[in-house]
């Protein structure tokens, strides 16, 4: 395996470069040290020697690695033989820092290399000053078609779709078809099929590469259209046609407007940029850590956690005054304070896990009319074996520890409660702030931990004090 990952290239002195990454798959400590030090001499020559060969997806694993002055410079560096496709590869910050380092004529040369999705998504981050200023550098008829692009709201497929496609009138044969194709300039690097358009660009179907090619050059395109049956509003959110991708395995589909005219096409590699960002945004709203980079400023960092953390201490002081209300049998009884974070803890657990696949659900579009009540009555019943599980193992615990058969039921009854509350909150509470339009991934966790940390408390010292009150 060390040995495919292994790339050999030449330097002009005929000596070898360093392997671009190591045995473990990581980017080689050696090839850094020689690309650092191409870029510290200024030595254009070397520098272009090592990334030749170079994926742009390494390429930016490697801008990642550098320390943010030596990102620019080896772009410099590199002159027209980097690839901004590139910089689609790097977090937000880390690509915006490079674009703002960079003079707006060589940003603006290598949008122009790039298919128009790859382009929209590197000047969208940017400021509209510095976007503005990049997009005068570039001649006005694709100037027009990224401009229409950015005008699309953010993570929109008119936003994640190319605007280069092939469009044909059905009354073309399969010959003149393959013809333009060979002689047309303007064609994007990569396409599954071609579409058939009414005059007003209307979409009327779509015919795959597959198909053209098996035809006669003397048989029209309309014999061989299939209907287009999956089409995406260019205002449609770009995880709603991720999902469609995944529903019906497609490979492209077409965007059109809100005149139901074509202005771009989707593919499956921009869907799935798509999935990974959606995914990675759940888990981190999961964690209550919003957008944040491991790239971002620590300011930035401490002012993003700043709010969820302000959430966790309200709740945490919530959970403290029901401790409040028992401070009595506390005193009376140290065993209550040794086994009370056990109930809590066991209820966040078990909270955490039901919440976690509501909440995944929810974003899938699993959870509906049709199944919501089995899928709640399904997470009870887990609550309430648990529960029976759980009590009788705590409880067996505390006898034994404590040596008062009383505690063993009291933490039994409690335990039971909370890992049933556990179960109800983790899907309820998805379940209700997506009826109300709030992201469930960024609010439920404050709320299930609340939940579970108040009930654990309030019923385990609750039994508590009734049960001991009376003896």
Not at 41 to 56: F, I
Not at 74 to 80: P, S
Not at 229 to 257: C, G, K, M, P, W
Not at 435 to 459: C, E, M, Q
């Amino acid at each position: 395996m060390a040995d495919e990952l292994t790339i050999e290239r030449d330097a002009p002195n005929g000596d070898e470069f360093p392997p671009l990454r190591d045995e473990n798959d990581n980017l080689s400590a050696a090839f850094m040290d020689e690309l650092v030090a191409a870029i510290e001499a200024q030595d254009a020559g070397r520098a272009r020697a090592l990334t030749a060969d170079v994926h742009e997806a390494d390429v930016g694993a490697i801008l990642e690695q550098l320390d943010p002055d030596q990102r620019p410079a080896l772009i410099q560096l590199l002159g027209d033989a980097f690839d901004f496709t590139a910089l689609t590869e790097l977090d937000e910050t880390t690509r915006v820092e490079i674009l703002e380092e960079l003079p707006p004529e060589t940003v603006a040369e290598g949008m122009r290399e790039l298919d128009s999705d790859d382009a929209v998504y590197i000047l969208e981050d940017l400021d509209k000053e510095d976007r503005d200023e990049i997009l005068a550098q570039i001649p006005p008829v694709e100037r027009l078609a990224l401009n229409r692009s950015l005008d699309y709201p953010e993570e929109s497929a008119g936003r994640r779709m190319q605007t280069d496609f092939i469009a044909v009138a059905p009354f073309w044969t399969v010959g003149q078809t393959i013809d333009y194709m060979r002689d047309a300039q303007d064609l994007p690097e990569s396409f599954h099929e071609i579409f058939v358009v009414d005059p007003a660009f209307h979409i009327l179907g779509t015919v795959s590469l597959d198909r053209l090619l098996r035809a006669k050059r003397p048989v029209k395109v309309s014999d061989l259209v299939n209907e287009a049956r999956h089409l995406i509003h260019a205002t449609d959110d770009q995880e709603a046609a991720a999902r469609l991708f995944q529903r019906y395995n497609l490979i492209s589909a077409a965007v059109v407007d809100e005149s139901d005219r074509l202005v771009g096409v989707l593919t499956i590699d921009d869907i799935v940029d798509v999935i990974q960002q959606e995914a990675d945004e759940d888990i981190k709203r999961l964690g209550g850590v919003g957008d944040e980079e491991v790239s971002d400023r620590v300011w930035s960092i401490a002012r993003s956690r700043f709010p969820w953390l302000f959430i966790n201490l309200m709740t945490a002081l919530a959970a403290s005054f029901v401790i409040g209300l028992f401070q009595g049998e506390l005193q009376k009884m140290v065993a209550l304070a040794v086994l009370m974070p056990i109930v809590a803890s066991q209820g966040g657990n078990a909270g955490t896990q039901t919440m976690t696949v509501a909440v995944r659900a929810l974003a899938m579009r699993e959870l509906g009319p049709h199944n919501v009540l089995r899928v709640v009555g399904r997470e009870l019943v887990v609550g309430i074996m648990n529960g029976f599980i759980f009590a009788a193992i705590v409880g067996a615990m505390a006898v034994y520890r404590f040596g008062v058969a009383d505690l063993g039921f009291v933490i039994a009854a409690a335990m039971m409660i909370n890992l049933i509350a556990a179960a109800l909150g983790g899907i309820l509470i998805p379940l209700g702030l997506n009826r109300l339009k709030v992201d469930p991934a960024i609010a439920s966790s404050a709320f299930v931990t609340t939940i579970t940390d108040i009930v654990g408390f309030f019923s385990f010292l609750g039994f508590a004090a009734l049960w001991f009150g009376k003896m």
